[in-house]
């Protein structure tokens, strides 16, 4: 069965810290994803990334960055928190796709609150 | 970036009744896919349609792409409350891996 499991359901920070969030897939998909949740705006694609130590920025990067040192673990990483940055966040997994997207398969989601 | 709407933003219906749920683009999608996400979980994909005019049927559940690839739509033959959840529709670009997102449908079906 696929899984893509994330370190925290839900986490508390304030502004200014530096905050990691973790994303394991066991379905040895080269590609990784993050985006950001929030209500009315669907999901926007932050950063992906299509093998190890690739990574390309998405939609909304301003803020983040990513690292992928191996191939079963993505992390997002927010430099300095900010309140705008209060969101749920899912990880996402796919092989590598050809000319139509691959299914990709999502985490459980962290919800992140900056205060 | 191309841009998906979906429309109504959010449905609360009766078990029992028909929905129909929109996803329109002014741009042209390589495939179009339709997820459920339920609260507390990440969204699950239901369908994938690559072909203009594509009909795929999942139980109650009728997807249907445009002969354009540029809309596609949801329809759900005698709701349950176990429909109840956020659709969202998915198209992929012309290239790689990489999906747009719609807003999303609030369904909630009522017993």
């Known amino acids: 069965d696929v899984k893509v499991t994330q370190s925290s359901r839900y986490l508390v920070k304030r502004t200014g810290e530096k905050v990691f969030l973790e994303c394991v897939q066991d379905?040895?998909?080269?590609?990784m994803f993050w985006y950001r949740q929030d209500p009315g705006l669907g999901l926007r694609l932050i950063y992906f990334?299509?093998?190890?130590?690739?990574?390309e920025k998405g939609d909304i990067p301003e803020g983040y960055s990513v690292s992928r040192e191996k191939k079963e673990r993505f992390s997002l990483i927010l430099e300095s928190a900010s309140t705008n940055q209060t969101s749920m966040y899912l990880c996402?997994?796919?092989?590598?796709?050809?000319?139509?997207?691959?299914?990709?398969?999502f985490g459980p989601g962290t919800r992140l609150t900056v205060l | 970036t191309q841009l998906l709407e979906q429309s109504p933003q959010f449905l609360s219906i009766q078990e029992g009744e028909n929905l129909t749920v929109y996803c329109n683009s002014s741009?042209?999608?390589?495939?179009l896919q339709w997820y459920r996400q339920e609260p507390g979980e990440g969204p699950v994909l239901l369908v994938t349609v690559v072909t203009g005019g594509e009909v795929k049927k999942l139980k109650r559940l009728t997807f249907q792409f445009g002969d354009a690839r540029k809309d596609s739509s949801l329809h759900i033959t005698a709701a349950q409350p176990g429909d109840t959840g956020l659709y969202l529709c998915?198209?992929?670009?012309?290239?790689?891996?990489?999906?747009?997102f719609g807003a999303g449908t609030i369904l909630r079906v009522k017993s």
């Open positions: 379905m040895d998909h080269e590609n």
């Open positions: 741009s042209v999608f390589s495939s």
């Open positions: 996402a997994s796919s092989l590598a796709g050809g000319y139509y997207t691959d299914t990709q398969y």
């Open positions: 990334s299509y093998d190890v130590k690739m990574k």
């Open positions: 998915a198209g992929s670009e012309s290239y790689g891996n990489k999906l747009v």
